[in-house]
């Protein structure tokens, strides 16, 4: 679909590989089935055997990091990941309210699809860079958990937007509350992003449609969430 960026789904849930002139980057490293996924996105683009050299996490959902312990220790990648997610990557985060069925069934997960803990190599911040592919910035997009950020290139006026929303032709919406750590931090999420300079999304959940189109139904999505007040 792009030139230097590769787009892959696993178990519902979508990452993203990143290239430039050093090699390869990871945004998150999907769920079920991650890693096959990727072994094969990577010899259809003809990017297998090229060295992986960083991953950058976008939270600390169990479908977004799930392989990123294996697949660092296999490439000896770095890891960089929001600061307030650092007990997800240890397996130990604490849920409250209806969050609590999400941190049950993580549990079980963790145990069953054979998780490895982790310890970044940088925790990330609001505002932090990322000298890679054409330049990255934390944003960070509390909600969905403490340290949920997305990462926008000011290049290409991209937000990889994690899940700040899914984005689904029928049906785009917000991550609903079994999943979130405080949903009433996301609609201001929401507006802050949108106050980027932004041609497009790219979100960890949803079809297959281009950036400018998953922006549009985001901007669509907050003026309805503003007419429900």
């Given at each position: 679909?792009?030139?230097?960026?590769?787009?892959?789904?696993?178990?519902?849930?979508?990452?993203?590989?990143?290239?430039?002139?050093?090699?390869?980057?990871?945004?998150?490293c999907g769920?079920?089935?991650?890693?096959?996924?990727?072994?094969?996105?990577?010899?259809?683009?003809?990017?297998?055997?090229?060295?992986?050299?960083?991953?950058?996490?976008?939270?600390?959902?169990?479908?977004?990091?799930?392989?990123?312990?294996?697949?660092?220790?296999?490439?000896?990648?770095?890891?960089?990941?929001?600061?307030?997610?650092?007990?997800?990557?240890?397996?130990?985060?604490?849920?409250?309210?209806?969050?609590?069925?999400?941190?049950?069934?993580?549990?079980?997960?963790?145990?069953l699809?054979?998780?490895?803990?982790?310890?970044?190599?940088?925790?990330?911040?609001?505002?932090?860079?990322?000298?890679?592919?054409?330049?990255?910035?934390?944003?960070?997009?509390?909600?969905?958990?403490?340290?949920?950020?997305?990462?926008?290139?000011?290049?290409?006026?991209?937000?990889?937007?994690a899940?700040?929303?899914?984005?689904?032709?029928?049906?785009p919406?917000?991550?609903?509350?079994?999943?979130?750590?405080?949903?009433?931090?996301?609609?201001?999420?929401?507006?802050?992003?949108?106050?980027?300079?932004?041609?497009?999304?790219?979100?960890?959940?949803?079809?297959?449609?281009?950036?400018?189109?998953?922006?549009?139904?985001?901007?669509?999505?907050?003026?309805?969430?503003?007419?429900?007040?």
């Amino acid at each position: 679909m792009w030139e230097d960026l590769l787009q892959i789904r696993s178990a519902g849930v979508i990452f993203y590989v990143l290239r430039d002139s050093k090699g390869l980057y990871l945004i998150d490293c999907g769920f079920i089935g991650g890693r096959h996924a990727l072994s094969s996105a990577l010899k259809k683009r003809g990017w297998f055997g090229e060295r992986i050299i960083g991953i950058i996490v976008t939270h600390g959902h169990l479908d977004h990091i799930l392989n990123v312990g294996r697949i660092a220790e296999e490439t000896g990648a770095w890891i960089a990941a929001p600061r307030l997610d650092a007990s997800h990557y240890q397996g130990d985060a604490s849920y409250r309210g209806a969050a609590k069925v999400t941190g049950m069934l993580e549990s079980m997960g963790r145990a069953l699809l054979g998780f490895k803990k982790f310890t970044p190599i940088r925790f990330l911040d609001e505002g932090d860079t990322l000298d890679v592919w054409h330049g990255l910035t934390v944003i960070h997009l509390p909600g969905h958990t403490a340290g949920h950020s997305g990462l926008y290139c000011a290049s290409k006026k991209w937000l990889f937007s994690a899940d700040l929303f899914a984005s689904y032709r029928f049906f785009p919406h917000l991550p609903p509350a079994i999943f979130n750590h405080d949903g009433n931090q996301i609609p201001q999420s929401v507006a802050k992003a949108l106050k980027l300079d932004l041609l497009g999304v790219l979100p960890n959940h949803g079809d297959d449609a281009p950036p400018e189109v998953h922006l549009q139904r985001l901007i669509e999505m907050k003026r309805g969430m503003w007419q429900q007040k």
